[in-house]
């Protein structure tokens, strides 16, 4: 299994240097960060790094994350997610997914249970699970669902693995319906380049989709959580770390995004849902 994303290909050759920025800022988590109050961003990769913890755990607590649950994060990246429920909470069966077994192989590496927790990664396509049906308590993907083949599929697939009153929570970039026209209208350059640094994404989910989707899947929302301002610290210090691994065309692609999302055309919500009986 076989995933097109230039960033982490960036990333991986940017560890393999040492590049120092880029081990500060995605050494353990691949997404974006929350800040409580954006005005207290710095922009230093030390005040990136925490305000990336404070978003897992944020998602995190959205879906109850608590000891001796079992526990699945689907596009666990480096493991990130994994490690920071490993060590708030005990007792837990952490089980991370991804499709790409390079970030699997740095998972592995990087994060080691304790506190009684036991951590598996596995490789894996999100639409189609290796679990069994009614395992696991709650299931996450923190800011990955973009790059899924199906939501529909993925989230039928995430109900058919949850025990009944389990909890799926995620997190996305949603647009505006009036934003589905203008990206319709926008150059090819654009989501040209938009593609070359991110790989293939689907950002044409709506907040009306999401609220269909989890009711014609077995699902009854619990949280809609609109935090875009709380992340918009986050691109400069994206922008930069791209420059500094010698990749321009990767800060101008992160820009276009912040363009639309500081406009608010493009919004980042945080989604949780309860699965029926």
Request: glycine share 8%; net charge negative; hydrophobic share 40%.
């Amino acid at each position: 299994m076989t995933a097109n994303l230039p960033y982490f290909d960036r990333l991986f050759e940017g560890l393999r240097q040492q590049n120092p920025e880029v081990t500060r800022v995605f050494g353990r988590h691949v997404h974006w960060g929350y800040w409580a109050n954006p005005n207290t961003a710095d922009g230093s990769d030390e005040d990136f790094a925490l305000a990336a913890e404070r978003l897992a755990q944020r998602v995190c607590d959205a879906a109850g994350a608590t000891d001796g649950l079992r526990l699945l994060d689907c596009g666990c990246g480096f493991g990130g997610t994994i490690a920071s429920l490993n060590d708030r909470f005990s007792n837990m069966e952490l089980v991370g997914l991804n499709i790409d077994g390079r970030q699997l192989d740095r998972a592995r590496e990087q994060v080691q249970p304790c506190n009684g927790n036991t951590i598996e990664f596995v490789q894996g396509d999100a639409c189609q699970l290796p679990f069994a049906d009614n395992s696991f308590d709650v299931v996450l993907a923190v800011e990955c669902i973009f790059h899924f083949p199906s939501r529909d599929r993925f989230f039928q697939e995430a109900r058919r693995v949850l025990k009944p009153g389990g909890k799926l929570t995620l997190c996305d970039f949603v647009p505006l319906p009036i934003t589905l026209a203008i990206m319709k209208g926008l150059p090819k350059v654009f989501q040209t380049g938009v593609a070359e640094t991110y790989g293939s994404v689907d950002c044409t989910y709506t907040v009306a989709d999401y609220r269909n989707l989890g009711r014609t899947t077995g699902f009854t929302p619990i949280l809609e959580e609109d935090i875009t301002v709380n992340t918009l610290p986050t691109y400069p210090v994206v922008r930069r770390v791209f420059r500094s691994t010698g990749n321009p065309e990767s800060d101008r692609a992160t820009a276009s995004i912040e363009w639309v999302s500081r406009l608010g055309l493009m919004r980042y919500w945080i989604f949780s849902y309860t699965a029926l009986s």
